[in-house]
């Protein structure tokens, strides 16, 4: 079983940008196709960034396609969200996931997830 912890969260202007890692620990990352998703305040949790096993395919929601990046560096056991042109409807928690490690493509359906982190919150000032 794998172990989720993000950081990388924080306070940033509208336009600016935030970068959030995901660090796992228990299994190596390069098993398991991974996931990046936000819940807003007041809302459900949505769908922001998937990418493969292999790091060699990713999907992005379009409300982010085009300002954030999806990264896997499987030699340091961490996923990464780059986030740039940040806006105030960008505020959320952000959580990363990891699908069961037979699988190998990415999702955006968050069922298809089996392993959760505790979150981290980004907050997009005006």
């Known amino acids: 079983q794998v172990q989720l912890v993000e950081s990388g969260g924080g306070l940033v202007q509208a336009g600016g940008s935030l970068r959030l890692s995901c660090a796992a620990s228990g299994r190596t990352l390069s098993i398991y196709p991974m996931g990046w998703f936000r819940q807003p305040p007041g809302k459900e949790r949505e769908f922001v960034a998937a990418i493969s096993r292999s790091g060699g395919s990713t999907i992005l929601a379009d409300s982010v396609r085009g300002r954030f990046t999806i990264l896997k560096d499987n030699a340091k056991n961490t996923v990464y969200l780059q986030m740039n042109s940040l806006k105030p409807e960008d505020t959320a928690v952000f959580y990363c996931?990891?699908?069961?490690?037979?699988?190998?493509?990415?999702?955006?359906?968050?069922?298809?997830?089996?392993?959760w982190g505790q979150g981290t919150q980004v907050t997009v000032s005006t």
């Open positions: 996931a990891a699908r069961n490690s037979y699988f190998n493509s990415p999702k955006d359906d968050p069922k298809d997830y089996a392993y």
